[in-house]
Nanobody
Framework: QVQLVESGGGLVQAGDSLRLSCTASGRTFGNNAMAWFRQAPAKDREMVAAISGNGVIIRYADSVKGRFTISRVNTKNTVYLQMNSLKPEDTAVYYC?????????????????WGQGTQVTVSS
């Protein structure tokens, strides 16, 4: 059974940093694209950052460019999201996702595997 387990969320103040982790079990994702999505109340799920299977191709949402960094350690089957200079508008449930192809896709419907989500709340 494939599982993605996120950790690292919490309540922080504006300007603070958090690092989210997502570890996969049940299969390896070393050749597969992975991404972080987020969903705020009453909003659609949006891609925050994505990384290709080999880690060479990385994409970010415009709203987080320069503040967030996605990375992966394939030997640990883990992907990270370093979030700096957090803003109240970053408040959301953050989800880790993986897809079978190695290349990135922006649509959540193209990702077959999902974590349970971790809450990030940024107070002003």
């Amino acid at each position: 059974q494939v599982q993605l387990v996120e950790s690292g969320g919490g309540l922080v103040q504006a300007g603070d940093s958090l690092r989210l982790s997502c570890t996969a079990s049940g299969r390896t994702f070393g050749n597969n694209a992975m991404a972080w999505f987020r969903q705020a109340p009453a909003k659609d799920r949006e891609m925050v950052a994505a990384i290709s299977g080999n880690g060479v191709i990385i994409r970010y949402a415009d709203s987080v460019k320069g503040r967030f960094t996605i990375s992966r350690v394939n030997t640990k089957n883990t992907v990270y999201l370093q979030m700096n200079s957090l803003k109240p508008e970053d408040t959301a449930v953050y989800y880790c996702a993986a897809r079978l192809p190695a290349y990135i896709d922006y649509s959540p419907t193209s990702y077959a595997y999902w974590g349970q989500g971790t809450q990030v709340t940024v107070s002003s």
